[in-house]
């Protein structure tokens, strides 16, 4: 586990009960090592003299190939530990010394920076020069603040640079065998001439046994062409070593793939297989009700149990003879395979698959309840292991949009399923918005708000997904003048909203993935082409290995495999907390904000949750915290309401009956250190309702959700008791206090209005750190709901449970909030023990 990969906090006993009735973050300055003038620049002196003995060695080599573009060397300068490098003084464009890249290594109190520059031959005596001129008094020149001092101070080391040097993309995709072809991203210089660059690259890539892609893009100041070779291959040749500037992984798409012959697929599937960690029996599982899955495909095989293959009708059998089922599940086991199928690494699963089939290619559900069939889809699953942890993922939808958020009776069976009314056993479900209709992608993005989200994903406690897009590259030589129709980070075409709900119902989708996007080919128009979608499993490998998915099905299959993850990691955590996560780690894109961007007819952020959700979930965030991002979880319950009796002992009224105070256990000492820095701090409250469906206008009398839950967050300059007594007019009372008003609590970007709709709610607060040091007490409380109102059903002393999440985040480095909260977390629990 990295440094930066440590585990949530979840915590007990910083919590009390009440009774309840209603009522900048600036740049630091840059930091100088201290040094002893002389001593130091001898050292670099000596580094330099080392660097120009090897150069003329490469240098040499470089003249039996081409003059057109300068020969030179890459050198790295590396930073003393936790100092920055001055890197806008190592380009020296004049001079033909270009700055490369700038990378940071080590853990963050250690962090160590990195440059890679180009010196071409004969101008490794201007870094001498600055050297000596450091060494060197200048007349009037303050001996302690020597010429240069900025820049040189801080370097502690200046070598010859590797091709690792180059890489600048994930450092765990970098190859790990020297000898193996992989699809790089060679990232060019263009110089004076970028056409040189670009065919003298070719060629010599050619001869050295490189496979050289044809096409490449091109930007101001790079070319990026896509070359397949190994380490040893690269670094062979110093020649093409001068033309790089960076090297990445490649990012294949899905067009790539499955325009292979069916052998050469085979041969990318066969590698995957090779470096494939497969889960074990009791992992936890994405359960898809779906058109089944075809376990012999050799990437499902080991995750797909055959005692896991189920089906609502024997006669249909269990295996997939449709392609969505099969295509679904190799997305929520492994993801969108372009992103593994170019690496070298060990991939390791730990989550399996199960499969109930709902649904058959020539129908055979005419005239059923869907909610009754999908009870019996889950029970299947949970029959045949129920210790298993597991979710549930359904891309299965209505057409049509009549109910916009209204309850049906199949959206209310997914609320009870998920709630466990019925057998007092939770369930996580994830659900697909739906689709919208192809005849309005023209209108596309106003046909996501127009096609409202399909039954059954207005459910109040599925997690309902929608569908964003990064997908933007397309194979101009096969579809000549074509073009994305969604830009990057935005909605994706396919993508249904609450756009069009009435107020009141819970705003949907909750969160985004990735579900591909079309793209304008004239003269055909939309066109939904391979480069555009996800790669995934073929319902007959025998055939080809590889398929194509997008839409909101790829989408919740995306959403379903990071809660497995999610559950995984945490196997102990409540369905609440792990839908809760997974809301709680997303964020709105760039394009997301410019496209909803408030105007004159609405506000940002209402429209913003009504077509995006929350954003798009951040696996990293939802797995770990960090030293300056930690996570704290409580997973607890509250007892809504109770009847009030008269001295006969006949009930006379139902009331609102507890409040539970958390008491966190904040790092105030080391936020206040932080100041005015600006901090982030998110809060979210996940829970499910107990459905009440039925069409009596949902009044207050008839209203769908059980009870609902709030949260409140206490304010700088308020006293415990103050904060108390705003949010609680029973502990006011008590108190003989009057109500009084704080004024408005800013910084949060929903607000209280916004964030109280359905039964998940999260909100970010932006502001000083000195302010969030006096904000660690949050208040969770009741509000009106069937249960309360509903006396025959006798459900006003039920109990309600909760997840509370709640992050605090810092670009701070040299506080450790982490350690700070843990030691409190873990003190309190001795304590407890003891």
């Not at 930073?79 to 270009?98: H, M, V, Y």
């Not at 309840?369 to 299947?380: H, K, Q, S, V, W």
């Not at 708000?449 to 194979?475: C, M, R």
């Not at 369905?575 to 709680?584: A, D, F, Q, S």
Request: with cysteine.
């Amino acid at each position: 586990m990295a440094k930066d990969e440590l585990p949530h906090l979840k915590i007990e006993g910083f919590s009390t009960t009440h009774a309840f009735a209603t009522p900048q973050s600036g740049r630091g300055s840059f930091r100088i090592a201290e040094r002893a003038r002389r001593t130091h620049g001898r050292h670099l002196l000596r580094q330099l003299s080392a660097l120009t003995v090897a150069a003329e060695r490469r240098i040499e080599e470089q003249h039996q190939f081409s003059a057109e573009i300068p020969n030179g060397i890459y050198i790295q300068f590396e930073s003393e530990p936790g100092f920055e490098l001055a890197t806008e003084s190592l380009g020296r464009e004049a001079s033909g010394i270009e700055l490369l890249s700038v990378i940071q290594l080590g853990p963050k109190h250690q962090r160590r920076c990195v440059a890679t520059v180009f010196v071409p031959e004969g101008k490794l005596e201007i870094f001498e020069r600055l050297v000596r001129d450091y060494l060197t008094s200048a007349p009037g020149e303050d001996p302690q603040k020597p010429r240069h001092r900025k820049l040189l101070n801080n370097i502690a080391r200046i070598r010859l640079a590797t091709l690792r040097a180059l890489w600048t993309d994930d450092p765990a995709l970098y190859p790990r065998d020297r000898g193996s072809p992989v699809w790089w991203e060679a990232w060019l210089r263009v110089g004076d001439d970028r056409e040189a660059y670009l065919k003298l690259f070719r060629e010599h890539g050619a001869a050295m046994g490189l496979t050289v892609s044809p096409r490449s893009l091109r930007f101001l100041e790079r070319t990026v062409v896509a070359v397949k070779a190994s380490v040893e291959q690269i670094t062979r040749s110093v020649f093409l070593l001068n033309c790089i500037a960076e090297l990445r992984r490649l990012k294949a798409t899905a067009d790539f793939f499955v325009d292979l012959k069916p052998s050469d697929q085979q041969a990318w599937t066969n590698d995957l297989l090779i470096r494939m960690r497969w889960p074990e029996a009791d992992a936890p599982a994405v359960c898809l009700l779906d058109t089944g899955v075809v376990r012999a495909h050799p990437l499902l095989s080991q995750a797909f149990a055959v005692g896991d293959l189920h089906t609502i009708k024997p006669a249909w059998g269990t295996a997939d003879v449709h392609g969505h089922g099969t295509a679904m599940a190799g997305l929520a086991l492994h993801g969108d395979l372009t992103e593994i199928l170019p690496g070298t690494g060990p991939v390791e699963l730990i989550h399996r698959g199960e499969s109930v089939k709902l649904l058959n290619r020539d129908g055979g559900n005419e005239g059923e309840l869907y909610g009754d069939l999908t009870r019996e889809a889950i029970a299947r699953a949970e029959s045949a292991a129920p210790q298993r942890i597991r979710t549930v993922c359904m891309a299965v939808t209505a057409t049509g949009d009549r109910d916009r958020g209204k309850p049906s009776s199949w959206s209310a069976t997914i609320d009870a399923l998920a709630c466990g009314v019925e057998d007092g056993r939770p369930r996580l479900i994830v659900l697909s918005a739906g689709n919208t209709d192809p005849e309005n992608h023209e209108d596309y993005p106003d046909s996501n708000a127009t096609d409202s989200i399909h039954d059954p994903a207005q459910a109040w406690n599925a997690l309902t997904v929608g569908a964003y897009t990064e997908k933007q590259e397309i194979d101009l030589k096969k579809w000549p003048g074509a073009s994305a129709l969604a830009p990057r980070g935005d909605l994706s075409p396919f993508s249904c909203t609450s756009g069009t709900w009435e107020r009141g119902w819970p705003l949907k989708p909750d969160v985004v993935m990735e579900g591909g996007n079309l793209a304008r080919t004239p003269p055909y128009g939309l066109s939904d082409i391979a480069d555009l979608q996800l790669l995934t499993t073929h319902y007959r490998p025998n055939i080809a290995p590889f398929d194509l998915i997008s839409e909101t099905s790829a989408a919740a299959a995306l959403a379903a495999r990071l809660c497995a993850r999610i559950q995984a990691r945490y196997p102990g955590l409540w369905p609440e907390t792990v839908r809760g996560l997974i809301v709680h780690s997303a964020k709105w894109t760039p394009a997301m904000i410019e496209r909803y961007r408030p105007t004159a007819a609405r506000s940002n952020a209402t429209t913003l949750l009504r077509h995006c959700g929350h954003g798009v979930p951040s696996e990293s965030v939802a797995l770990w915290s960090a030293s300056n991002a930690l996570t704290l979880i409580i997973e607890t319950d509250i007892t809504p309401f109770e009847d009030v009796k008269d001295a006969a002992g006949n009930i006379v009224h139902f009331r609102a009956r507890e409040m539970n105070l958390h008491a966190l256990p904040w790092p105030i000492e080391e936020l206040n250190e932080l100041g005015a820095m600006q901090v982030e701090m998110r809060v979210t409250l996940s829970y499910f309702i107990e459905p009440n469906p039925s069409a009596r206008g949902w009044t207050r009398r008839y209203l769908y959700e059980s009870h609902g839950l709030r949260f409140d967050v206490k304010r700088p300059l308020e006293t415990d008791a103050d904060f108390l007594e705003r949010i609680n007019r029973r502990a006011r009372d008590e108190a003989g206090q009057h109500h009084y008003s704080p004024g408005p609590d800013d910084g949060w970007a929903l607000g209280p209005q916004l964030r109280r709709i359905g039964s998940i709610h999260s909100d970010r607060w932006l502001g000083s750190a000195s302010d969030l040091a006096a904000r660690g007490q949050i208040g969770v409380y009741p509000t009106i709901g069937w249960w309360r109102e509903r006396r025959k059903h006798e459900r006003w002393n039920s109990k309600a449970r909760y997840a509370l999440i709640v992050s605090i985040t810092t670009a701070a480095t040299e506080v450790d909030l982490y350690s700070a909260v843990a030691a409190k977390v873990a003190a309190a629990t001795a304590v407890e023990v003891g």
